[in-house]
């Protein structure tokens, strides 16, 4: 178990409530100002003593285990639920009042929080806290209610109507606050609610939802043989034109398959696409408080944790470069070490985590800014000591592809001046291997590509990072054309089945193809999807306890669709099932490791023999006021 985080360490102090019956409201208590520092975030700066738990005074709720549970639970639970659970507590322990009586939080609200946050407290094998007992200590509308959550949202519910006179296909060209970021994803959603919805894959470290809002035929579901796209914008929070490229492009998509759009409707009908503007909204609040126009290089750049998110991701490239220099040893789905989880995680960065192994991407990209190139992996360098050096990954023709695809339809990316920003890489037809740039460790294109099928490139977008209204659109239009040719480039190569004899998907099964040193597995479906450049190719499934297959293809310069190359496997005739010769190229035992869930539920399972959990010696220094309402058994 890794040490505690001091935070932990200093914050659990002597004396704390118990559970016990629960008491009446006085009706007639007087309104306090809230001087909480752990509930000093909620819609509301007035509360009233006693509380609902029978405590006292400020003094009493703050030394009570209730309060210090609240101000530790972001980090017993990793981030999981945050800030909503603590918002939710607060409003039990330092309850909300107004004109002299106290309001109850809504039992809708805390049933639908405990629904979504039960499995964290289970995979760290905690009982659901007393105090959140939602029949209890909550109430319903008609007794007055409030949501406690409602700051979260921050009117995002609220309708934003277009400028008059304008049709609903007109884009803004203007920077987007968060809400009104939200409001326009989940407006464009509602319009094309039979291609589109928006979801949210986790919350910043500051509660704001990283909200994506995807297209596809059937959206909400993964289609059999229909490939996985992921946009991503604003990972540095003062980066901020993707974060705009990435809104007008979701409302383009919509308008556009509205009105027949050929191109469109087919981009939208054989691909899932899933558009994740701010990666960064925490960020982007402190870039936006500095203005558009101004070129900072540091302001707001950062999470709210004073994280560079495109460094926090686990240094596979390392590992990559250990396995890659010993032969029969498999260097892709590579496992994410323990001890990364010792330091600091944003949530941002396991959300995206998370994400990835939900959805089988097969491409990606990353829009920055602060210069106008695309880059490819890898970033790390393969001498750590050279902070400029060629580091191609075995499918280096692939991804040069795939950065053209955007670079060769950019205007400004392929103006001949010298003079234009980015002109130091005119020569290199505006693409460039990441390292070969300037090497780092931790980014999310390495990571990609080393732990997943999917393939990410890195745009860069210009060179002013918070450009100035005025010139939105035209950064649109430069960047419009390269997306959609970026987005097409997921039909290029090939894709199929892997089943066995009898029809059954075989999930997890390994496509290998000769000469490039990297698989990519199959996903739960049996479907696969492998880019490939033009060429002849010989192209192997294999999986264990089946015989392999082999198969040559050949991919026309001009094929512009995925091949269809469908692989039946037949079981092993003799002996015991074992992995093939050929599948060697990996860790013990030759196959890749399932893809690693959260250590939340990997490090943290229910105790035996009568043992308490990992978590309990957070709380030894409480004595006899320890808090075992939290114990299972």
Same mark, same amino acid.
């Given at each position: 178990?890794?040490?505690?985080?001091?935070?932990?360490?200093?914050?659990?102090?002597?004396?704390?409530?118990?559970?016990?019956?629960?008491? /009446?409201?006085?009706?007639?208590?007087?309104?306090?100002?809230?001087?909480?520092?752990?509930?000093?975030?909620?819609?509301?700066?007035?509360? &009233?003593?006693?509380?609902?738990?029978?405590?006292?005074?400020?003094? &009493?709720?703050?030394?009570?285990?209730?309060?210090?549970?609240?101000?530790?639970?972001?980090?017993?639970?990793?981030?999981?639920?945050?800030?909503?659970?603590?918002?939710?507590?607060?409003?039990?322990?330092?309850?909300?009042?107004?004109?002299?009586?106290?309001?109850?939080?809504?039992?809708?609200?805390?049933?639908?929080?405990?629904?979504?946050? %039960?499995?964290?407290?289970?995979?760290?094998?905690?009982?659901?806290?007393?105090?959140?007992?939602?029949?209890?200590?909550? @109430?319903?509308?008609?007794?007055?209610?409030?949501?406690?959550?409602?700051?979260?949202?921050?009117?995002?519910?609220?309708?934003?109507?277009?400028?008059?006179?304008?049709?609903?296909?007109?884009?803004?060209?203007?920077?987007?606050?968060?809400?009104?970021?939200?409001?326009?994803?989940?407006?464009?959603?509602?319009?094309?609610?039979?291609?589109?919805?928006?979801?949210?894959?986790?919350?910043?470290?500051?509660?704001?939802?990283?909200?994506?809002?995807?297209?596809? @035929?059937?959206?909400?579901?993964?289609?059999?043989?229909?490939?996985?796209?992921?946009?991503?914008?604003?990972?540095?929070?003062?980066?901020?034109?993707?974060?705009?490229?990435?809104?007008?492009?979701?409302?383009?998509?919509?308008?556009?398959?509205?009105?027949?759009?050929?191109?469109?409707?087919?981009?939208?009908?054989?691909?899932?696409?899933?558009?994740?503007?701010?990666?960064?909204?925490?960020?982007?609040?402190?870039?936006? /408080?500095?203005?558009?126009?101004?070129?900072?290089?540091?302001?707001?750049? %950062?999470?709210?944790?004073?994280?560079?998110?495109?460094?926090?991701?686990?240094?596979?490239?390392?590992?990559?470069?250990?396995?890659?220099?010993?032969?029969?040893?498999?260097?892709?789905?590579?496992?994410?070490?323990?001890?990364?989880?010792?330091?600091?995680?944003?949530?941002?960065?396991?959300?995206?985590?998370?994400?990835?192994?939900?959805?089988?991407?097969?491409?990606?990209?990353?829009?920055?800014?602060?210069?106008?190139?695309?880059?490819?992996?890898?970033?790390?360098?393969?001498?750590?000591?050279?902070?400029?050096?060629?580091?191609?990954?075995?499918?280096?023709?692939?991804?040069?592809?795939?950065?053209?695809?955007?670079?060769?339809?950019? =205007?400004?990316?392929?103006?001949?001046?010298?003079?234009?920003?980015?002109?130091?890489?005119?020569?290199?037809?505006?693409?460039?291997?990441?390292?070969?740039?300037?090497?780092?460790?931790?980014?999310?294109?390495?990571?990609?590509?080393?732990?997943?099928?999917?393939?990410?490139?890195?745009?860069?977008?210009?060179?002013?990072?918070?450009?100035?209204?005025?010139?939105?659109?035209?950064?649109?239009?430069?960047?419009?054309?390269?997306?959609?040719?970026?987005?097409?480039?997921?039909?290029?190569?090939?894709?199929?089945?892997?089943?066995?004899?009898?029809?059954?998907?075989?999930?997890?099964?390994?496509?290998?193809?000769?000469?490039?040193?990297?698989?990519?597995?199959?996903?739960?479906?049996?479907?696969?999807?492998?880019?490939?450049?033009?060429?002849?190719?010989?192209?192997?499934?294999?999986?264990?306890?089946?015989?392999?297959?082999?198969?040559?293809?050949?991919? =026309?310069?001009?094929?512009?669709?995925?091949?269809?190359?469908?692989?039946?496997? %037949?079981?092993?005739?003799?002996?015991?099932?074992?992995?093939?010769?050929? @599948?060697?190229?990996?860790?013990?035992?030759?196959?890749?490791?399932?893809?690693?869930?959260?250590?939340?539920?990997?490090?943290?399972?229910?105790?035996?023999?009568?043992?308490?959990?990992?978590?309990?010696?957070?709380?030894?220094?409480?004595?006899?006021?320890?808090?075992?309402?939290?114990?299972?058994?």
């Amino acid at each position: 178990m890794r040490p505690p985080p001091p935070l932990l360490l200093t914050t659990l102090v002597l004396a704390a409530a118990r559970p016990g019956c629960e008491p /009446a409201w006085d009706p007639d208590a007087a309104c306090v100002d809230l001087q909480l520092q752990t509930c000093s975030d909620v819609a509301y700066n007035r509360t &009233a003593f006693p509380t609902l738990l029978q405590h006292r005074s400020r003094a &009493a709720v703050e030394s009570s285990s209730e309060y210090i549970l609240l101000s530790v639970l972001h980090h017993l639970l990793e981030g999981q639920c945050n800030p909503d659970l603590r918002l939710l507590g607060c409003a039990v322990l330092a309850p909300r009042c107004e004109g002299g009586r106290v309001r109850r939080p809504c039992r809708h609200v805390c049933g639908a929080l405990r629904e979504a946050c %039960q499995p964290a407290f289970d995979a760290i094998d905690m009982a659901w806290p007393y105090f959140l007992d939602c029949g209890r200590y909550f @109430s319903g509308p008609e007794e007055g209610c409030y949501d406690p959550l409602e700051k979260l949202r921050g009117g995002l519910d609220i309708e934003e109507a277009l400028p008059s006179g304008h049709p609903p296909t007109f884009i803004r060209f203007i920077h987007h606050s968060y809400a009104q970021m939200v409001r326009v994803l989940k407006r464009t959603a509602a319009r094309c609610a039979h291609i589109s919805k928006t979801y949210s894959i986790g919350r910043s470290f500051d509660g704001r939802d990283l909200l994506v809002i995807e297209f596809s @035929s059937r959206p909400g579901q993964h289609e059999l043989m229909e490939p996985e796209v992921k946009l991503i914008g604003n990972i540095h929070g003062n980066e901020v034109a993707g974060r705009e490229m990435l809104i007008y492009l979701a409302q383009y998509l919509c308008s556009e398959y509205l009105l027949g759009n050929p191109r469109i409707q087919r981009l939208l009908n054989t691909t899932r696409v899933h558009l994740l503007p701010s990666m960064n909204p925490d960020g982007y609040e402190v870039a936006a /408080a500095e203005g558009a126009g101004y070129n900072g290089w540091t302001s707001g750049r %950062q999470n709210a944790q004073n994280l560079d998110l495109n460094r926090n991701f686990p240094d596979l490239t390392s590992e990559y470069y250990r396995l890659a220099s010993a032969r029969g040893v498999r260097s892709d789905h590579i496992a994410i070490p323990q001890h990364y989880w010792w330091g600091k995680v944003a949530p941002e960065t396991k959300a995206i985590m998370k994400w990835m192994r939900t959805i089988p991407f097969v491409l990606s990209a990353s829009l920055h800014g602060g210069d106008l190139v695309v880059s490819y992996p890898f970033d790390f360098s393969k001498h750590p000591q050279e902070e400029k050096m060629f580091s191609p990954t075995p499918d280096e023709k692939m991804f040069k592809l795939l950065a053209r695809a955007y670079a060769d339809v950019h =205007p400004m990316m392929m103006d001949r001046s010298e003079n234009r920003c980015g002109g130091n890489f005119l020569k290199r037809g505006s693409i460039i291997n990441g390292a070969d740039w300037y090497s780092f460790t931790g980014g999310m294109s390495d990571f990609n590509y080393l732990h997943s099928n999917c393939f990410e490139i890195t745009v860069e977008l210009g060179c002013v990072k918070f450009p100035p209204e005025e010139a939105l659109y035209t950064i649109w239009q430069h960047n419009k054309e390269p997306l959609l040719n970026f987005m097409e480039m997921v039909h290029r190569g090939i894709k199929g089945m892997v089943m066995d004899k009898f029809g059954k998907p075989v999930k997890n099964a390994r496509i290998l193809v000769k000469g490039i040193r990297h698989d990519i597995t199959t996903a739960p479906d049996g479907d696969y999807w492998r880019l490939l450049p033009p060429g002849a190719h010989i192209v192997i499934a294999q999986a264990p306890g089946y015989s392999k297959v082999i198969k040559k293809v050949i991919i =026309p310069a001009r094929m512009k669709r995925a091949g269809r190359v469908d692989f039946i496997l %037949q079981p092993l005739r003799t002996g015991p099932q074992k992995f093939l010769p050929g @599948s060697q190229r990996g860790g013990p035992g030759g196959e890749p490791q399932e893809p690693d869930e959260e250590p939340l539920g990997a490090r943290r399972q229910p105790t035996m023999g009568g043992s308490k959990p990992w978590w309990w010696s957070y709380f030894t220094s409480l004595g006899q006021h320890q808090p075992r309402w939290l114990l299972k058994y």
